[in-house]
């Protein structure tokens, strides 16, 4: 099992409240979700500035340290098939060198946040329940 530097049980809030976000009829994401450097999520996030989820989900990413924002990015890569479970270093590895302060956002952003974090976490030995 590869050790995470996130807690497991922030992960497991982050995908609680990816599903309260993306729950929202009012919530509309593109089908593809660009990289972590652009600007897309800001402005497709602008209409949700009062939202209570979206607003915990910022500031649980915004307190974790940026080598575990790396790792829940990584989780999200791998998760979605991006990268083989084997390649879990590379993964964190691209999204160290593709990390800015906006990571919440670009995580945010992607419709199937939660369930590709929790693919993420059981491909490297994680049970979320």
């Known amino acids: 099992m590869t ?12 995908t ?11 919530v509309v994401m593109p089908d593809t979700p660009g990289s972590l450097a652009d600007e ?3 402005g497709a ?10 607003d915990e989900f ?4 915004r307190d974790l ?7 829940v990015v990584a989780l ?7 990268y083989d479970v084997e390649e879990w270093e590379q993964a964190v590895s691209d999204a160290r060198d593709a990390w800015n302060p906006r990571t919440a956002d670009y995580l945010i952003a992607h419709p199937m946040l939660a369930d590709q974090i929790e693919e993420g976490m059981q491909l490297l030995g994680y049970d979320l329940e």
Do not use: C, K, N
Request: hydrophobic share 40%; aromatic share 6%; proline share 7%.
């Open 40 to 42: 897309w999520p800001h």
């Open 58 to 61: 910022r500031s649980i990413v």
């Open 3 to 14: 050790t995470l530097a996130v807690p497991p049980d922030d992960v497991l809030r982050l």
């Open 16 to 26: 609680q409240l990816a599903r309260e976000f993306h729950a929202q009829d009012a």
């Open 45 to 54: 996030l602008a209409g949700h500035e009062s939202d209570a989820s979206l």
């Open 65 to 71: 340290e940026p080598d575990q924002q790396m790792q």
């Open 76 to 82: 999200l890569w791998v998760g979605r098939g991006d």
